[in-house]
């Protein structure tokens, strides 16, 4: 019996803590995100994407970039003529505490005038 309960105690226990860890990296989550808000009170995103436009398109691949929206919010989108991860791996997923997006496009061409 004595067992029983000594095994329960430790369930609990153990559950306390993992409680106790998730709750810490919800917090970690939330300063974050405050510093993200933060960073994008100071600049305006069309500030940030025309700061960063010359040096993503310097990226091979890269043929655009856009301010559109992720998920209901505002986002800086990197249009790609290929849709590969070398691309990926040279762009940050935030900028300024504005999320970016890159996004396959293939190749722009402008409109022959006629």
């Known amino acids: 019996m004595e067992r029983s309960v000594l095994a329960r105690c430790e369930s ?9 860890v998730v709750n810490d ?5 939330d300063r974050t995100t405050s510093e993200q808000v933060e960073r994008m009170a100071a600049k305006t995103i069309e500030q940030v994407q025309q700061e960063h436009t010359d040096a993503w398109m310097a990226i091979r691949g890269v043929v655009g970039t856009a301010i559109g ?3 209901g919010k505002p986002c800086i989108l990197i249009l790609t003529a290929s849709n590969t991860d070398q691309i990926r ?3 940050p997923a935030t900028v300024d505490g504005y999320p970016v997006v890159v996004q396959y496009t293939g190749e722009i061409r402008a409109l022959d005038e006629r």
């Open 25 to 29: 990296l919800g917090c970690r989550r």
């Open 89 to 91: 791996r040279k762009i």
């Open 12 to 20: 609990v226990a153990l559950l306390l803590v993992a409680l106790a």
């Open 69 to 71: 929206q992720d998920k």
